[in-house]
Every structure is written in C-alpha cells, then in structure tokens.
C-alpha cells in the first residue's frame, strides 16, 4: 500500500514551483519509475487538478499515492508540448498513461510536383513539403485503388527517375492507355503539366469544374475532327463519373475530415477512425488502446487523439462522439478542429464508424477467447505450470548455407505482436549449413540480450529431437528453470496435422488430429516459417545489387543503381567506354575516367 498523505505533500511542493507556461510534466516514484506523462497549455493550473483527490478516479489517486519527485520540461507552444509529450510516453511506458500499442504511419499518394515530368507514386514515410501527398489512406490495397483510377483518368507516369531517364520506347503502361509516355516524348511538357494540375484537382476534390473543362475540350475536339484526342477525353470522362458514381452521399461533401468514435465492451475499449478525403472513403482502422482500466471514456479519447495525431497528417477537422476536456488546447496543438455533431450526414458518419467499432470489438474478443483457449489446452497438454504470457518461434531459412537467417516471431494472448518480431544474420555457421548449428547461434544471441520484461514463457522450435537437443546444449548456462522448450517434427509424409512434439525428458508425442490446439501450433510454426522465408528472400535480392561497382572509390547507392539500370549489368559497366559512361545521369567526365580505370587497369 501506499500513503497517500506522502504523495500529496510531494506534489503539492512540486506545484508551488512548476512554470505557469505550456510544457510537459512527469510524475515519478521513489524509485525513479515514470508513472506518467501529461502536458498542459499552464503546467501549474494542469497539476493543482491532482491535488483534489477527491474529485480524481481511484486510479489517478492510486497514481497520486506514489509521488516523489517531479520533472518539467518548458516548451515554445501547444504543439511542441504533444509532440514532447508523445515522444517521453513511447519512450517510458509510464503505467497510468493510455497507451496507444499500434502506432504505423499509413500511406500516402505523392506527386513530385517540382519535377519537370512529375510522377505518381505511393508513398509511406516522413514528408517533404515541396511535394503534393494525399491521404492518409487506411490500407496498400485502398490506395492502389486510388491509383489505378489516377492512372485511367490522367495517364502520369508512376515509374521511378532512374527508368523514366533510360527507357529508349514506350513501356506497357502506355500500351494500355495508363501513362502519356512523356518519356519518350509523346506528350509535351505543358500537356503533361495540364495532366498533373487535374490530377491534383482531382484527388482535391474539385471534380465537377474538372468533368465540364473536360466536356468542352472533347466536344472542341469533336468539332475539329480530332478523333483520337477526343477518345482520350472520353475515357478520363467515364473514368471520373465511374468514380463519382461510387461515392457514399454521406461523405461525397466532405473535402478533409477523419471520423473518431470510441465503443467500450466487455472491460475491453476500441476507436474506429474513418478517413474522409475530398469526398472518397480512405478506409477506416480500429484501435484498441491499452492500460485503459479506471480510466472514463473521453480521458481515453483525450489521450488517444494526442497520441495518434502527434505523428500523421491531420485532417482539416476530426469527429468525435465526445468531446475532449482539453478540447481547445487539443485544437491549438494540433492545428485543427474537434467538432461532435448531433444530426446530419456526419452524425451518421459517427453512428457507422461506432457499429464499426463495435464490430471490431466484438471480434477482438471471440479471438482472444480462441486463444485463451488455445493457451489452456496448451497449458493442460503440455503441462505447463501455468497458462503462457509469451511464446517465441524459431526458424532458419537458408539457399544451400547462403543468405542465412535466424526468425523470431512472437505471439500473446492478443495475438501475434509483430512489433517484437527479430531476425538474425548467421554469423557462424556460413560454411557448415548445419541447421543445427544455425539455431544455436539464434539462441545464444537472443538469450545474451534477455531481461526479465521480454523472456519467454514457451519457446518452439521447427525440428525434431536433435533441434531440441542442440538448443539444450547452446542454452546449458543460461536458467531454463521456467522456460518450456518445444519442438515439433512433420508427421509422416509431411502430413501437417500429424506432427510429432519433442519435450527434454519426455516420450515424443502427437496431439489429436485436427485439434483447435494442433491448428494453432500449425499456425504459429507457419507463421515463423512465413517471416524467416521473407526475410531470407529479402536479403537474397538485396545482395543482387552487390557488385564490383562496390569496390570503386566515390560509387554509392544512387550512381550504382543508376548504372545498372542504363548498362544492364556490371560486366556492361566493365566493357563501357568514357563516353558511354557519361551518358548515366550524374556520372561526370572525371567519375567516368575512375571508372574506366579501375576496369581497364
């Protein structure tokens, strides 16, 4: 227990010199844990909030009860404070925060607008503001779809500088009427510029004034007998209604808007999040935040809003089914608005993304039942002492010794936590391709680098009794007092449903055919074996960049790539000429002459 009276006093000696300013506080235990991180447009108003216990849920009083010290971090304004903020949470986890698990960026449609020849391209990563994004979108597949149509309607190019600068004849996406071919001169710099400008009109919403420009070009086209040109306007025509024809009425005003809706069921909470851009569906995503217990429903909103938009590309205004308390320093932080609405096609947005989320809710907790069954049986069959926190799979994937790696995936009783994924380049054992040798060396280094927060409750591995015996051997000076190490074997003829497990100590065994229990090992050995095949074909097509190009002084990446792709290969590169080698954007006369001469000499 904790004394509350203790924890008070601290804070209260804390308030009487905390800045009167935005900035970030921290609230720490005697023994230098974070319990939480907070920010506030005035940290000293924010704080004197906690020293009313009795108006604080028992979880802050609980959080209030171990106060020792506090830290304040004074910043220049409401942003700074989030991202700050966002920042010292990911870093320390502290256990009274909401903790947002899941935090991906999402991708992107960019136009490289300061190019003379502009391309189109998916994008995922940090932006730069001299380029033209659209998004986000919630999935790879919902902006493909996006492109597909860009394509149709407005024919940019979406191959990289590279290829457009060495392609000698048109590709195959002009041949099916998805690029101008302003490679290879097929279109004029002003024509492509004038595709680009309705592009980007397009994806910002401005289609109608769009379609009637487009009407008019095709008609004056007609009227002057230029047929072909007035064909391509007709497909870009039927291409936009097409799109216009698929548009929900609920959102097809909407130009820039993302939808929030929070549902709580069963102890457990899940925020749906709707991406409304110039009046298209960009997909929707659920999120379900942890370390929510004690907390009310617009605290867990409150934080989960500062954590997700502290990193993506805000919306001109989000929608909420509840309002924040810090809803103006929320608006002014992030530079948008926070609006509910009661009546009218988005109050029906938040209705469909609240069903949607109960949906996601719902099936996140018949998953997790399956598992924590899933996790009895396995308890129960393999008589574990109790039911398994984490369990790790191992597996090597290698071509005759070469390219070979070691995977780790990991799953819980939520699932496959794909964050804790590892891979291992085989240092060791390159020569022998003894896979024996290869597991060992995977679990000696991940057993080097164990702390108490990440080890293994159950460790399985692909492979029968001498897989086992080998790890046994590897980890002989490490406690495995209360690790369980499994190994599972194909069955006869490779007949998945039938495998063997191998225990130290134990008869080998099988478990009942087509079991809930079996299917589940089957998937999680599967799933080892999908990200150790991956990771293996990864590397492999990396090193097919590798070349004697890797050896020359004042090559990198870029010219590297740059040469392969003009000459085809590094002995074409060995056979070029001075000149012929000038030709490859970037390379001057002198890289040319250091080229040649390490070829030649």
């Not at 392609?167 to 690029?179: A, D, S, T």
């Not at 190994?487 to 007949?495: E, F, L, T, V, Y």
């Not at 990771?535 to 990396?542: D, E, P, V, W």
């Amino acid at each position: 227990m904790f004394d509350s009276k203790i924890g008070l006093e601290n804070l209260l000696r804390y308030i009487k010199i905390a800045p009167e300013c935005a900035g970030v506080y921290r609230m720490i235990s005697e023994y230098d844990e974070v319990l939480y991180v907070g920010k506030a447009k005035n940290i000293k108003k924010r704080i004197v909030a906690y020293s009313r216990l009795d108006k604080l849920p028992l979880r802050l009083q609980q959080m209030v009860a171990q106060i020792s010290k506090m830290e304040f971090i004074v910043v220049e304004n409401e942003s700074r404070a989030l991202l700050v903020e966002n920042e010292l949470i990911k870093k320390y986890k502290p256990r009274y925060n909401i903790l947002l698990k899941d935090d991906k960026t999402f991708p992107h449609l960019m136009i490289d607008v300061c190019s003379e020849y502009p391309s189109l391209r998916k994008y995922r990563g940090a932006k730069n503001d001299k380029n033209k994004y659209f998004g986000p979108f919630a999935s790879a597949m919902a902006v493909n779809s996006v492109v597909d149509v860009v394509q149709k309607a407005f024919l940019l190019r979406s191959c990289r500088d590279n290829v457009f600068n060495n392609r000698q004849r048109p590709c195959l996406m002009y041949q099916i009427k998805r690029c101008s071919a302003p490679c290879v001169g097929k279109i004029s710099t002003e024509d492509y510029q004038k595709l680009v400008d309705d592009a980007i009109a397009f994806l910002e919403g401005k289609n109608s004034k769009l379609q009637e420009e487009l009407y008019k070009q095709m008609n004056s086209a007609s009227e002057k007998q230029d047929y072909e040109t007035a064909l391509v306007l007709r497909d870009r025509i039927r291409a936009l209604t097409n799109i216009q024809s698929k548009q929900n009425v609920e959102y097809s005003n909407i130009k820039s808007a993302d939808v929030v809706a929070l549902v709580r069921y069963k102890n457990m909470v899940c925020i749906q999040v709707f991406f409304i851009r110039s009046g298209q569906n960009c997909g929707n995503v659920p999120y379900f935040p942890a370390q929510t217990e004690g907390a009310d429903d617009v605290e867990i909103l409150e934080a989960f809003l500062s954590g997700f938009y502290a990193t993506q590309v805000l919306p001109k205004e989000i929608i909420v089914d509840l309002l924040p308390n810090d809803k103006e320093f929320l608006e002014q932080a992030l530079g948008t608005k926070i609006n509910i609405y009661k009546k009218g096609n988005k109050a029906s947005l938040l209705k469909m993304a609240k069903e949607n989320a109960k949906s996601a809710i719902e099936q996140k907790v018949a998953m997790m039942a399956s598992v924590k069954n899933n996790l009895e049986e396995l308890k129960n069959a393999f008589e574990l002492n109790s039911i398994p926190k984490r369990i790790e799979v191992y597996d090597n994937s290698h071509n005759q010794g070469s390219y070979a790696i070691g995977a780790m995936i990991v799953a819980t009783s939520d699932g496959f936590d794909k964050k804790s994924y590892r891979t291992f380049n085989i240092k060791n054992t390159f020569e022998t391709r003894d896979d024996f040798a290869m597991m060992k060396e995977v679990l000696q280094r991940r057993f080097l680098k164990m702390t108490p927060e990440n080890k293994p409750d159950v460790i399985l591995l692909d492979g029968g009794r001498g897989q086992l015996n080998a790890v046994y051997e590897a980890l002989k000076e490490f406690d495995l007092s209360d690790i369980t190490i499994i190994a599972i074997s194909k069955g006869p003829d490779r007949n998945a449903g039938k495998e063997f497990y191998h225990m130290l100590g134990k008869e080998s065994f099988e478990l009942e055919y087509r079991s809930p229990l079996a299917f589940y090992l089957q998937n999680l050995r599967d799933e080892a074996h999908r990200f150790a095949i991956g990771t293996h074909r990864q590397k492999r097509a990396k090193s097919m960049f590798v070349s004697k190009l890797d050896d020359i002084e004042g090559i990198g990446t870029k010219r590297k790539k740059d040469l392969l792709a003009y000459f085809g290969s590094a002995e074409e590169v060995a056979q070029a000429s001075v000149k012929n080698l000038q030709k490859v954007g970037g390379i001057s006369k002198k890289t040319a002459e250091k080229i040649y001469k390490y070829f030649h000499n």
